[in-house]
């Protein structure tokens, strides 16, 4: 018979393991971003918590107390193996297993404040384990994309944990358990857990298998011209076909003339080229080059050029070789490096605005904490100045995360169909009260009756970020008492909704009208207006653009020094589909 003590330091163990399991499986996650990992890490944490109230329970003996919040655990435990199930071959997770999951946690927690007996917590989180373990089976068996065997065989080891937990519930409820039957559950989770590991190994290997398949028939059917060059006579004895596609010549072509290749690149390439067919010059038995070559309509291409030196009794007699076109992955690796560039010149333009308020908050914290100011109102006025450097850093963080998600497709749009009038409407009314009371003239103008009985597809609330944005500039950048004009459209012909915002401010240089959609752009300003400039990220317009885009959209600025700025933005209309 195994003593408490000793049972308690075995269920220290396995929680131990069971929680290192789930570090791996968010590690896992981290790299993979595959969401039935997440799921299963969590389902061991939630194992290890249930272990740990379980030691507990053994130590102070207030079975209890404890319990019905170990059952919340188990019954966690099991939810999360079984959405883990679903996300494996990317089905939904239907939410009614989360409420029903959430129904019964405050159940067991009003029971056990209350102290209803053990059957009242026990019975309805046994019966939700049966159901949700019944699901684990018919999901596994219905959805998995393994072979028969390797269903049955993760269908086994599911029925056996998710009927045995409860089992083990009734048995907790009727007093029946013993140290054993919970020795058997430790025992039993960790055939579970490598059970679950070798689930996650399979579905790896299996998209794999898929991606090699890939890659092989993506290489067998590549471009790719394959040559035989005998260096006596020196000339080319075997040509591909596929060299037609290449470069635009026939295999006759090639082999006409032993110095037919000085017709495929550029002249200063001549040595280059003359290298890949000269014995001597082979250092080692293989070659590669890139090299610049002509098709024969004259257009230019990059290709990779990998030959062999062929021996035969330690002398040199052929060489064999491949031409690869590469022009795309060229174009690719230019961009990369383009891209490369752009992210240091961003990287430099963010480390520029962090460093000035950055620099300004220290300053005036150093000479806070030093007792610098003379008096309260300087210390006031020093307060304010880190306050509005925190909110602009604040600021700057949330709009780089914001276009961070809009540049990548990550950010969720919840698009849907809203009257044009309507949608005017709602801008105006949400903008008005604001821009009155700063001292402005607000003029609303448009033709309100082609507004009428037409559409658009929009999220509305990325709408009113983006109207926002040109309305606060457009405040920003005109004095007091200059009238802000709002001007909604239809065009049919054209199916679009047309909405601007104009104001008789500033304006932009022509010069630096096309710079105003780029990261950290900011506009000169006359010095009344150098406060509110500096308060700016930057990022707005750019942000504004990402969005209009996603609706398939356009904006564009009008803009004349000293006579203000007309911002435009173009949305398509939706045109019913009979």
């Known amino acids: 018979m195994i003593n408490m003590n000793t049972l308690s330091i075995i269920f220290l163990a396995f929680g131990g393991m069971s929680i290192a399991m789930a570090f791996v499986y968010f590690y896992i996650f981290a790299k993979t971003q595959e969401r039935f990992i997440q799921y299963w890490g969590l389902c061991w944490v939630c194992y290890s918590f249930s272990l740990l109230l379980l030691i507990i329970n053994n130590y102070f003996g207030e079975e209890y107390a404890i319990f019905p919040f170990r059952k919340i655990f188990d019954m966690f435990n099991l939810l999360f193996l079984l959405m883990g199930a679903y996300s494996l071959p990317n089905w939904r997770v239907p939410g009614y297993w989360v409420r029903f999951s959430l129904y019964l946690a405050i159940w067991t927690i009003f029971v056990a404040i209350y102290q209803f007996d053990l059957l009242s917590v026990f019975t309805p989180i046994a019966l939700f384990q049966l159901g949700v373990t019944t699901t684990l089976c018919y999901v596994t068996l219905k959805h998995w994309r393994f072979s028969t065997l390797e269903k049955i065989a993760a269908l086994v080891i599911f029925a056996m944990w998710g009927y045995g937990k409860t089992i083990i519930s009734f048995m907790e409820a009727m007093d029946m358990i013993s140290p054993q039957l919970y020795l058997a559950e430790v025992m039993f989770s960790n055939v579970l857990n490598f059970m679950v590991f070798i689930i996650y ?210 950010l969720s749009f919840d698009f849907m169909v809203i009257d044009c009038s309507e949608l005017a409407q709602d801008l105006i009314d949400n903008h008005s009260i604001d821009v009155t009371s700063l001292n402005r003239q607000l003029r609303i103008k448009g033709d309100r009756r082609s507004l009428e009985n037409t559409r658009v597809v929009v999220d509305e609330v990325r709408i009113d970020q983006v109207f ?99 911002f435009t933005v173009e949305l398509p209309l939706y045109m019913d589909q009979y």
């Open 201 to 410: 190994l399979q579905s790896a290997q299996s998209k794999l298998g898929i991606t090699e398949k890939r890659f092989r028939l993506l290489a067998e059917n590549s471009a790719v011209m394959m040559f035989l060059y005998d260096l006596e006579p020196g000339r080319f004895s075997y040509v591909t076909p596929s060299v037609e596609q290449v470069l635009g010549y026939f295999p006759n072509e090639l082999k006409s003339s032993s110095n037919f290749y000085y017709n495929l690149v550029n002249p200063e390439d001549y040595e280059r080229m003359d290298a890949f067919f000269d014995a001597e010059s082979y250092e080692e038995k293989t070659k590669k080059d890139i090299l610049k070559f002509y098709h024969k309509n004259g257009c230019q291409l990059w290709c990779e050029v990998s030959t062999t030196l062929i021996m035969d009794h330690n002398r040199p007699i052929a060489v064999e070789g491949v031409i690869r076109d590469i022009t795309e992955m060229k174009m690719s690796s230019d961009m990369l490096m383009a891209s490369k560039k752009s992210r240091d010149i961003l990287l430099s333009s963010i480390s520029h605005e962090l460093k000035t308020p950055i620099t300004a908050v220290i300053g005036h914290i150093s000479a806070l904490r030093d007792d610098k100011f003379d008096s309260e109102g300087e210390r006031r006025h020093a307060i304010d100045t880190v306050y509005n450097k925190t909110l602009k850093l604040e600021r700057l963080i949330y709009d780089l995360f914001l276009l961070s998600k809009l540049e990548t497709n990550q």
């Open 468 to 566: 926002t944005n040109i309305l606060s500039n457009a405040v920003k950048y005109s004095r007091d008492n200059e009238p802000i004009t709002i001007d909604f459209t239809v065009n049919l012909k054209k199916q679009k909704l047309f909405f601007s915002i104009s104001d008789k401010g500033v304006g932009i240089p022509k010069e630096e009208q096309g710079q105003i959609f780029d990261r950290f752009y900011k506009m000169n300003a006359d010095d009344e207006r150098e406060l509110q400039r500096d308060f700016s990220t930057g990022l707005g317009l750019t942000i504004c653009k990402e969005i209009v885009d996603a609706h398939g959209g356009e904006i564009y600025v009008k803009s004349a020094v000293g006579r203000g700025s007309t």
